[in-house]
């Protein structure tokens, strides 16, 4: 049985990527392939890299501007609608301000806000 696969970056111009490394651990722990695209990855990367690991779940980070993050998401959401593989789950981490606007986005099936306790966020896993 082939195990689940995550694929995680720092979108954009943000360079923060220690809560997508713990995130990927804790896939690891739970039987996940993880995989990071690291820090500051265009949107087209991203979408790019779904095409060619056809991922289980992508997990994205912003932690910059919230405005700024607004158009980015929307770009991963009309993305996301043309790629030629199945649909990966969506997860999002950010700062409170970022997760707002990611909720709001529809392009993700959960948002940590970095509140949530690990528990919550390794049974979400």
């Known amino acids: 049985m082939m195990k689940p696969k995550v694929i995680a970056a720092a979108i954009g111009q943000c360079v923060h990527v220690a809560g997508l490394d713990h995130f ?6 739970n039987g996940w392939e993880a995989m990071s695209l690291g820090p500051a990855v265009p949107p087209e990367r991203i979408l790019a ?11 994205v980070s912003y932690r910059l501007t919230a405005d700024d ?3 980015l998401f929307d ?4 993305g996301a609608e043309s790629i030629q593989v199945p649909q ?7 700062t409170l301000p970022v997760a707002e606007v990611a909720r709001k986005s529809g392009l993700f ?8 306790p690990p528990e919550e966020v390794e049974a979400f896993i």
Do not use: S
């Open 24 to 29: 990927l651990q804790l896939c690891e722990r």
């Open 49 to 59: 890299a779904i095409e060619e690991e056809v991922p289980t779940m992508v997990a």
């Open 69 to 71: 993050a607004a158009p």
């Open 75 to 78: 770009f991963l959401k009309k």
């Open 88 to 94: 990966p789950r969506w997860v999002f981490g950010g």
């Open 109 to 116: 099936e959960r948002v940590f806000d970095g509140t949530e």
